[in-house]
């Protein structure tokens, strides 16, 4: 992944995981200026599910078309278990760099059913690490993890669920 270009970016990954089933899933991410979630690609390759989310202009979201009238206004998605997703709010506010605490609605959806529901999360600036880069807490519900961040804004190490795997 490179740096972020004009207040956007675009990314593609994969991700597995075990529970509550084994899956395999593929994502694509594109944003717009201020890093705002635009539209949101997933495939479940191990069950044949999929779903598109998209944000239009106007703030109003929609999975597979269908419209999602509790996330209407949240400028971001967030891929359950997929720190990449943590990575947009943190840049637009500067919170790996800077001091400060926010809290965001989110489109949050869950692997690997990806159902899409509301989702109330803080982010807290903590410290800035060796690099440029900082220590951001995450907040949403009962679900609290200090994320490291390099000094482009893209999440280093989320302890438990995942960790960014760099080319030798």
């Not at 972020?4 to 075990?18: E, H, M, S």
């Not at 489109?107 to 989702?119: I, M, N």
């Not at 803080?122 to 390099?150: C, N, Q």
């Amino acid at each position: 992944m490179g740096r972020p270009r004009r207040g956007a970016l675009g990314a593609r990954g994969r991700a597995v995981g075990t529970t509550p089933e084994p899956y395999w899933i593929s994502y694509e991410l594109e944003t717009v200026a201020g890093f705002v979630s635009a539209r949101l690609m997933v495939s479940v390759e191990t069950a044949a599910r999929t779903l598109e989310l998209r944000r239009d202009e106007r703030g109003r979201w929609t999975a597979d078309g269908e419209r999602l009238p509790d996330v209407d206004g949240a400028l971001d998605c967030d891929l359950g278990l997929c720190p990449l997703t943590n990575t947009m709010p943190v840049l637009r506010h500067r919170l790996h760099r800077e001091r400060g605490s926010r809290e965001f609605l989110m489109a949050w959806v869950s692997v690997p059913e990806l159902t899409v529901r509301a989702s109330r999360q803080t982010y807290t600036h903590l410290a800035r690490t060796s690099g440029g880069g900082g220590r951001v807490r995450f907040v949403s519900g009962t679900f609290r993890r200090d994320l490291d961040f390099d000094a482009d804004g893209f999440v280093l190490d989320c302890p438990g669920p995942a960790r960014r795997l760099t080319p030798r």
